[in-house]
């Protein structure tokens, strides 16, 4: 059954501590995105990555880490330093496959953070 | 730089009627625009994709259309169902190798039995 897995559900962080939201794809696709999704707001682009190895940071990276050492796995890390992590995180993926005109995105079923 | 509006905010319509949710966009340099689904509280749905140099996609009894020169899209619904009820989000990608895409803040359509 191919798709994108994200995980936790549910994620609380507390004042300080780093967190890291999981995001799995087995649909062999080369590249991948990390979304924030903030209520009555589109997404907005944290980072992406076209290539194990490789990512290039989106329009609000700061506060944000990622890694691709595997080319089915994009962890995402919230950092002490978002002062403002509370929203719905959505991880998608892309066949990499020549202009980005022939080819969609496809989106796991997020992962809510709230802070305590 | 790119912007992505969509209008209206939200919509509400008796089940049968045909309704037009309207995107428009700042910069006509596109390559492709999509119309996702969402649903509460889960992740996006991809309903269709027109590429730069095309004017028209259809899927069922959804029918999206795409006007580059006057930076406009619209997504056609045909005889609304409940089950259309959702949030409807248009994105842009503006890069050539790097899918990137800008989002519109969506339009929440509830249709009424």
């Known amino acids: 059954d191919g798709g994108i897995t994200q995980s936790p559900k549910y994620l609380f962080r507390k004042e300080g501590q780093n967190v890291t939201l999981s995001c799995e794809q087995n649909?062999?696709?080369?590249?991948m995105y990390w979304y924030r999704q903030d209520p009555g707001q589109g997404l907005r682009l944290i980072y992406y990555?076209?290539?194990?190895?490789?990512?290039q940071k989106g329009d609000i990276a700061e506060g944000y880490s990622v890694s691709r050492e595997k080319k089915e796995s994009f962890p995402l890390t919230v950092t002490s330093a978002q002062k403002n992590p509370t929203a719905f995180y959505l991880c998608?993926?892309?066949?990499?496959?020549?202009?980005?005109?022939?080819?969609?995105?496809?989106f796991g079923p997020g992962t809510r953070l709230l802070v305590l | 730089k790119q912007e992505v509006t969509q209008i209206p905010a939200a919509l509400s319509v008796p089940e049968g009627e045909n309704l037009v949710l309207n995107c428009s966009f700042t910069d006509s340099a596109i390559y492709n625009l999509q119309w996702f689904r969402q649903d509460p509280g889960k992740g996006l749905t991809s309903l269709l994709l027109i590429q730069s140099s095309q004017r028209e996609q259809t899927s069922g009894r959804l029918n999206a259309s795409l006007d580059k020169s006057s930076g406009r899209s619209t997504l056609y619904i045909a005889a609304s169902q409940p089950g259309d009820s959702a949030t409807y989000l248009c994105a842009v990608s503006v890069r050539s190798n790097t899918g990137k895409l800008i989002f519109g803040q969506g339009t929440t359509l509830q249709v009424k039995p």
């Open positions: 649909l062999n696709h080369d590249a």
């Open positions: 990555s076209q290539i194990v190895n490789d990512f």
């Open positions: 998608a993926s892309r066949m990499q496959a020549g202009l980005a005109g022939q080819e969609t995105q496809y």
